[in-house]
């Protein structure tokens, strides 16, 4: 096995030592007017899990930022939520220096780096990662580590976290199931299909195809999708492109989506979501994602782990806008 598919092998590990791990620093007792949170890529996508499972559930609002400016109406009241793996994202440190001269409560899940200095020198609730992996692999734990955040907070409640640990500890299932997704869509351009509920598993599969891979990939979200991109697929024939569908057994739209692609003589891999609890199905289909992400580099001889040029765009970033 790659090394780099073991470190995602050991999610279920990784999930369970996470969910022991304490929140630190100093817990206000208060209310907030807004949640927003901040971070970028693998750190960045914890954001969208925590739109979806709170939308619907919770009266305040809830903004995804993954820019280096907060929007204005972030502001005293809200908590920022900052989350970097690296602790050394340039958008997410001045996004969190601003929400600090805003007068925000912030808080921050990463593993050191800037925010971890940060965040222990004003003592600011903060979640320890663990360190040596890449930020995508180390996804449960940055995942279980911002709802502890915001639990400990009063914002998500703690039964959020009862993820099922045997599903998700079906490490070989994982892996067969990643391979039967890699051999389908080898020579072609996954495009990824859900509804807004499911949108961060399409996100991150595109993400995983691209960080992993090495290959261009979209995703399209439903019902937007039913606006536009669902006349794209008219012509689709001319282009080598193949569908993974989120098929969510209680919407309607899905299934229409499906029936409409396979009718339109598209190739669909179809997974049914919306049997279990959210996290638990987050988690699974984003290690059969990542188990896919990794064959496909393996057998495209492209190494799975290195991304150099996140590295170039991070050096870029930091020359051009440090002041
Ligand atoms: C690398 C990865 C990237 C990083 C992103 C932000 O595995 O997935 O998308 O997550 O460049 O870096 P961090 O997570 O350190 O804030």
């Known amino acids: 096995m790659s090394e780099f598919l073991t470190s995602y092998m050991r999610w279920p590990e990784l999930l369970r030592s996470a969910l022991e791990e304490p929140v630190e620093g100093r817990i206000e007792e208060r209310e907030f007017r807004g949640l927003a949170v901040v971070g970028m890529g693998g750190s960045g996508i914890v954001g969208d899990v925590i739109k979806s499972l709170t939308s619907g559930e919770v009266e305040y609002p809830v903004e995804v ?10 502001r005293e009241g809200w908590l920022v939520l900052s989350v970097s793996y690296s602790g050394n994202t340039f958008e997410t440190i001045e996004a969190t220096e601003e929400a600090i001269e805003r007068g925000c409560s912030v808080a921050v899940v990463t593993s050191g780096g800037k925010l971890g200095e940060l965040a222990s020198s004003r003592d600011l609730p903060r ?41 998700v500890s079906n490490v070989e299932g994982a892996i067969h199931a990643g391979k039967e997704l890699s051999n389908y869509l080898e020579g072609f351009m996954p495009v990824f299909i859900s509804n807004v509920k499911y949108y961060p598993l399409a996100l991150r599969g595109k993400n995983e195809f691209n960080e992993n891979a090495k290959l261009p990939a979209k995703f399209e979200i439903i019902p937007e999708w039913g606006h536009n991109d669902i006349v794209g697929w008219e012509g689709w024939a001319k282009f080598p492109l193949k569908a993974v569908l989120f098929r969510d057994v209680n919407d309607p739209l899905t299934s229409f989506a499906e029936e409409f692609l396979r009718g339109a003589g598209v190739s669909v891999k179809s997974y049914e979501v919306g049997l279990r609890d959210f996290l638990t199905e987050v988690i699974w289909y984003s290690m059969v994602i990542g188990a896919a992400s990794i064959h496909h580099a393996i057998k495209r001889g492209v190494n799975p782990e290195v991304t150099l040029s996140i590295k170039s765009y991070k050096q870029f970033i930091k020359k051009e806008l440090a002041d």
């Open 65 to 74: 930022v993954k820019d280096i400016k907060l929007p204005r109406w972030v």
């Open 127 to 167: 979640y320890y990662l663990p360190r040596g992996f890449a930020p995508r692999a180390a996804f449960p734990a940055i995942l279980v580590g911002s709802v502890k955040v915001l639990a400990e907070l009063g914002l998500l409640a703690k039964e959020v976290l009862n993820i099922d640990l045997s599903r």
